[in-house]
T-cell receptor, first 115, second 118 residues
Framework: AQTVTQSQPEMSVQEAETVTLSCTYD???????LFWYKQPPSRQMILVIR??????QNATENRFSVNFQKAAKSFSLKISDSQLGDAAMYFC????????????FGKGTHLIIQP | GAVVSQHPSRVICKSGTSVKIECRSL??????MFWYRQFPKQSLMLMAT?????????EQGVEKDKFLINHASLTLSTLTVTSAHPEDSSFYIC??????????????FGPGTRLTVT
């Protein structure tokens, strides 16, 4: 079974600064996807970024980027120029490469943005 | 596009009764939907995978007789919590699998349903 570990229950960052959220995972599969989801107080899950395991290039979406280290099974999220609207729970998630499997989530990191 | 709705958003029921939660994909067809459960200040846990026209697949430890899942159409899956007890109180989130086969599958999440059993 796959596991996803987020070791930072809470992180705090000053507005406009950069913050990195950590995630490690364990799997014996070679084909899989990794995700970062944001869950604001509304509880609606919002996809932040996705990384295909077969791609060496790190995914980037505007201010959000990942550092994907496949050998180390590490998948961190970097948020640049943090904004107040970034405050939320962030979940790292894993999905097998078949496409029709559910997600395995980490425990989440509560991100606080200090104005 | 790719909107998923859930109904109701909040429900309160008495212990021993059953409650049904609907999950609909509004602008796409979804052969597969997923049901997750989220306790306060905790992560999402996959409960079951719902496939249109076939029986749901439940994760280990999830009681299939308590959590009945029906995926009768390509746009609707329902979760019925039978004989609810206070420990079933939780936030239930569904997601629908969309996208082109062979390209990538994306999971689109509903807004969730808060169930309180008194």
């Amino acid at each position: 079974a796959q596991t996803v570990t987020q070791s930072q229950p809470e992180m705090s960052v000053q507005e406009a600064e950069t913050v990195t959220l950590s995630c490690t995972y364990d799997t014996s599969e070679s084909d899989y996807y990794l995700f970062w989801y944001k869950q604001p107080p509304s509880r609606q899950m919002i996809l932040v970024i996705r990384q295909e395991a077969y791609k060496q290039q790190n995914a980037t979406e505007n201010r959000f980027s990942v550092n994907f280290q496949k050998a180390a099974k590490s998948f961190s999220l970097k948020i640049s120029d943090s904004q107040l609207g970034d405050a939320a729970m962030y979940f790292c998630a894993y999905r097998s490469g078949g496409g029709a499997d559910g997600l395995t989530f980490g425990k989440g990191t509560h991100l606080i943005i200090q104005p | 596009g790719a909107v998923v709705s859930q109904h109701p958003s909040r429900v309160i029921c008495k212990s021993g009764t059953s409650v049904k939660i609907e999950c609909r994909s509004l602008d796409f067809q979804a052969t597969t939907m997923f049901w997750y459960r989220q306790f306060p200040k905790q992560s999402l846990m996959l409960m079951a995978t719902s496939n249109e026209g076939s029986k749901a697949t439940y994760e280990q430890g999830v009681e299939k007789d308590k959590f009945l899942i029906n995926h009768a159409s390509l746009t609707l899956s329902t979760l019925t919590v039978t004989s609810a007890h206070p420990e079933d109180s939780s936030f239930y989130i569904c997601s629908a699998l969309g996208g082109l086969a062979g390209v990538s599958y994306e999971q689109y999440f509903g807004p969730g349903t808060r169930l309180t059993v008194t």
